[in-house]
C-alpha cells in the first residue's frame, strides 16, 4: 500500500531538529569505504522546515522503509526510493535517510542554486586554471580566461557531469567555492534536506561531503519547478561553442550519460523517462536519479544509491519504474 507516513510526521520533525544540530560536525560515519517558479507540472516551491503544515501537505514524509511490494527486487543497491509527487506519496522506500556519498547527483543543487541566484544570459568567466587531484576527473576543458553563459555551462554541467563547469558557476554565481558551497548547503537545509553537507560543487570524494536518497528527492523535487532545469535533464546531446580568453572559439559536443535517453536502456511500458542525473565514483558506487511520468502524465522521482555496478544500477531502477504502473 502506498504510505504517506503523516501520522509520524510530528516525530520526524523532532528527528530532523536533532539531526541539524550535528550536521557537518566531525567524521560521518558511511556504512561503506571509501526567484521561486512554478513549471508545468504545478508544483509549489519555496517550502521549509518552519512551515510544517505546507511540507507535510506537499511531500512525502517517509519514517520507516516501504518494501511490501518489491518481493521480486534484487536490491543490492545501497539506498533506493520512488515518490509520487503529485499524490505526495512515497510507492517504495528503502534506507532513504542513510547518508551516503552523493558522487555527481551533487550537480542537481549546484543547478538549483545556481538558478535561484543568476540569470540564464549571465556571462561566466573562469578567472583561475581549475585543478582536480583525482585522476581520469570528467571536465569538458575550461581553463583560465574561458567564458560561456550560465545556460550553456548549466547544460554542460548536467548533460556531461563536467566537473570543471561545476567550479566555473560556483566561482561567478557565489564569488568563490567556498561561497557557493555555503549557499548550496543553506538551500538544502531551507528545503528540509537536514542529512545532507556539502563539501564542493561537483561531487567528488570527501569525508564530508555526503546526502541521503530522500534529501535527494527533495532537491531534485526543486530542481524541476524550473523549466529550464527540466529541459536541460531531458536533452541526450548538446553542442555549443564559448570562448577562450583571446576570443577564439572552442567546441563542446557532448551526449547525455543517461542510458535511458541515449536509448540504450527502455522504461517500463506505460512510463516515459523525462531525464534525470547520473553520479558515480569509487567510493560512491553507482547512482542514478529520474524524472517520469505515467501514462495521464504524472510525475514520479526514482532514486537509486550505490549500487555495485551499472547493470545493477539500471535493473533496479527499472523495477522502481515498474512500482508506477503496477
Not at 101 to 113: D, E, G
Not at 162 to 168: P, R, T
Not at 198 to 218: C, I, K, M, Q, S
Request: glycine content about 8%; overall charge negative.
Amino acid at each position: 500500500m502506498r504510505c504517506t507516513n503523516k501520522v509520524r510526521f510530528i516525530g520526524y520533525l523532532l528527528a530532523c531538529a536533532l539531526v541539524c544540530t550535528s550536521c557537518g560536525t566531525g567524521e560521518i560515519p558511511l556504512s561503506y569505504h571509501e526567484n521561486t517558479a512554478v513549471n508545468h507540472l504545478g508544483l509549489i516551491s519555496g517550502l521549509t522546515m518552519a512551515k510544517a503544515e505546507g511540507f507535510s501537505g506537499d511531500l512525502c514524509i517517509v519514517s520507516e522503509d516501504i518494501t511490501e511490494h518489491a518481493d521480486a527486487f534484487e536490491e543490492k543497491s545501497g539506498a533506493a526510493g520512488l515518490f509520487d509527487i503529485s499524490n505526495g506519496e512515497a510507492i517504495y522506500a528503502r534506507n532513504v535517510h542513510e547518508k551516503m556519498y552523493p558522487a555527481s547527483l551533487t550537480k542537481i543543487m549546484t543547478a538549483l542554486v545556481a538558478l535561484e541566484n543568476g540569470s540564464l544570459n549571465q556571462v561566466l568567466t573562469c578567472s583561475k586554471p581549475i585543478y582536480f587531484k583525482e585522476s581520469k576527473v570528467q571536465i569538458c576543458g575550461i581553463t583560465a580566461g574561458d567564458s560561456m553563459t550560465l545556460n550553456q555551462a548549466l547544460r554542460i554541467l548536467m548533460l556531461h557531469s563536467a566537473n570543471d563547469a561545476a567550479v566555473l558557476i560556483a566561482e561567478n554565481i557565489g564569488g568563490s567555492v567556498e561561497e557557493f558551497v555555503d549557499m548550496m548547503n543553506k538551500k538544502a537545509k531551507e528545503i528540509g534536506a537536514t542529512n545532507t553537507h556539502f563539501v564542493n560543487p561537483h561531487g567528488l570524494n570527501h569525508v564530508e561531503h555526503y546526502t541521503t536518497a530522500y534529501d535527494l528527492y527533495l532537491m531534485f523535487n526543486e530542481a524541476i519547478k524550473y523549466d529550464v532545469f527540466t529541459e536541460i535533464i531531458n536533452m541526450t546531446s548538446y553542442q555549443t561553442e564559448y570562448y577562450n580568453k583571446s576570443g577564439g572559439v572552442k567546441n563542446f559536443n557532448k551526449s547525455t550519460t543517461n542510458l535511458y535517453l541515449r536509448g540504450e536502456r527502455t522504461a517500463p511500458g506505460g512510463v516515459t523517462v523525462v531525464g534525470g542525473k547520473t553520479g558515480t565514483t569509487n567510493a560512491a558506487g553507482h547512482s542514478l536519479i529520474l524524472l517520469s511520468r505515467d501514462v495521464s502524465g504524472n510525475p514520479y522521482i526514482s532514486v537509486v544509491l550505490r549500487a555495485p555496478n551499472s547493470d545493477s544500477l539500471y535493473g533496479e531502477m527499472k523495477d522502481l519504474l515498474e512500482e508506477i504502473v503496477n
